[in-house]
């Protein structure tokens, strides 16, 4: 199988869709990967030949962004877990590995918090710390490093941008995360002007879902896994004292801080990155 061989469909949950690319290889296990966001898709370009080999990979676009319908509005947690059933359910696979970045690695860690029988293995990417008041604490943490990493006039326009995204402007919502984009970037020179496909981002799926992670519970502490975890954050990350949040929700867990790195460790030191990735899944 290469990396040509793929197939999209349009996978139905309810009256919801979820645009899903599957790159099959047969009788291998399963890696389903979470993007970022919420309400951003990212199509995993980077991931796809560094693990097609060996796994049968799956990506799709969350609930309510532009490719993946939402007609039912609802962005409860609940949904979010049933669509990763869903998914799995429609490829006959029983079993599975979550690869999750930033938000993405925050699904993950509420889907394994509900049924952990399903997961082989958990990978987090600079995941999302927690839910409730930790999310809270978190967005906190990442607004200073904003502020800390543009200018005085680019931060006014974000304040802008993200009150008029508050109020449903798409347009908006895209030109706050070309700007987060590039402070998240702005410490890596070779990286500073990397432009994102921000096409089918949705504000209505990031603002829905943002609410709900705020009134979700917070997460279990997760002590004897029957399934192995490991957990990456950049050296330069957009987080702060929150991370001890994940960390300690995961006591068996394998937890790498990479080198030269912020919120995107796979475009800043990807050697380092996809050695760990590697070592996790044995690929």
């Not at 949950?13 to 951003?40: A, F, M, R, W």
């Not at 676009?61 to 609802?74: A, L, N, V, W, Y």
């Not at 293995?121 to 409730?132: E, N, V």
């Not at 002590?223 to 050296?235: C, L, R």
């Amino acid at each position: 199988m290469t990396h040509s061989q793929k197939i999209e469909t349009m996978i139905q949950n309810g009256s919801d869709q979820l645009y899903t690319v599957c790159y099959p290889n047969p009788d291998k296990e399963t890696i389903i990967l979470l993007h970022g966001g919420p309400g951003t898709p990212d199509d995993f370009k980077l991931f796809i030949p560094k693990l097609e080999k060996d796994y049968q990979l799956i990506v799709f676009h969350q609930r309510g962004t532009r490719k993946s319908p939402c007609p039912s509005g609802d962005y409860s947690m609940e949904a979010y877990i049933a669509d990763i059933n869903t998914i799995a359910d429609h490829f006959n696979v029983d079993k599975f590995h979550l690869l999750g970045h930033s938000w993405g690695g925050l699904y993950a860690q509420i889907y394994a918090s509900k049924i952990p029988e399903r997961l082989l293995s958990l990978f987090l990417s600079s995941p999302g710390t927690g839910t409730g008041k930790q999310w809270k604490q978190m967005e906190k943490e990442m607004m200073n490093y904003n502020k800390n990493h543009c200018t005085t006039i680019e931060w006014l326009k974000m304040g802008i941008y993200s009150l008029l995204g508050g109020l449903g402007s798409s347009k908006a919502s895209q030109a706050l995360y070309r700007q987060v984009a590039r402070n998240y970037n702005a410490d890596y020179p070779a990286f500073r002007d990397v432009t994102f496909n921000l096409s089918n981002v949705s504000v209505r799926a990031g603002n829905q879902t943002r609410k709900e992670i705020m009134a979700y519970p917070l997460l279990p502490r997760l002590e004897h896994p029957a399934f192995p975890i490991t957990v990456t954050f950049g050296d330069n990350d957009i987080f702060g004292a929150s991370m001890h949040f994940v960390i300690s929700r995961y006591p068996s867990a394998q937890v790498f801080t990479i080198k030269n790195s912020g919120h995107f460790p796979f475009f800043h030191n990807p050697e380092d990155y996809f050695a760990i990735l590697h070592q996790h899944f044995g690929a």
